[in-house]
Nanobody, 132 residues
Framework: QVQLVESGGGSAPAGGSLTLSCKVS???????????IAWFRQAPGKEREAVAT????????YRSDSVKGRFRIFQDSGKNTAFLRMNDLKPEDTAMYYC??????????????????????WGQGTQVTVAS
């Protein structure tokens, strides 16, 4: 059974940094390398939006315009874990952050995925709050 567990959320001042982690369990390392891993966020009253994606096998990544230059997505295949490094945080980054995975896809397809319905497994979410 595939499970995703996020950690690393919390409070930070504007301009601060946080690093979120997403541990993917229930998959072999080979299968993990062929999945698409995404970070989404959802603020109160707003739709869930894709923040960043990464394909562990191809190394392809995507970041939304709102976080480009500030956030970085990376992963550790040895630990089946993906990370979201968030720098220069802004109050508008305040949201619940979710990790999600999609079944075997290629890097190009992964980079083009934005819709939550395109992902099969989800973590429980971790709250990020940025004080102004």
């Amino acid at each position: 059974q595939v499970q995703l567990v996020e950690s690393g959320g919390g409070s930070a001042p504007a301009g601060g940094s946080l690093t979120l982690s997403c541990k993917v369990s229930g998959v072999t390392n080979s299968l993990y390398s062929r999945t698409c891993i995404a970070w989404f966020r959802q603020a109160p009253g707003k739709e869930r939006e894709a923040v960043a994606t990464i394909h562990p096998g191809d190394g392809d990544t995507y970041r939304s315009d709102s976080v480009k230059g500030r956030f970085r997505i990376f992963q550790d295949s040895g630990k089946n874990t993906a990370f979201l490094r968030m720098n220069d945080l802004k109050p508008e980054d305040t949201a619940m952050y979710y990790c999600a995975t999609a079944r075997v896809v290629g890097g190009t397809i992964c980079r083009g995925r934005r819709n939550p319905s395109q992902f099969d497994y989800w973590g429980q979410g971790t709250q990020v709050t940025v004080a102004s």
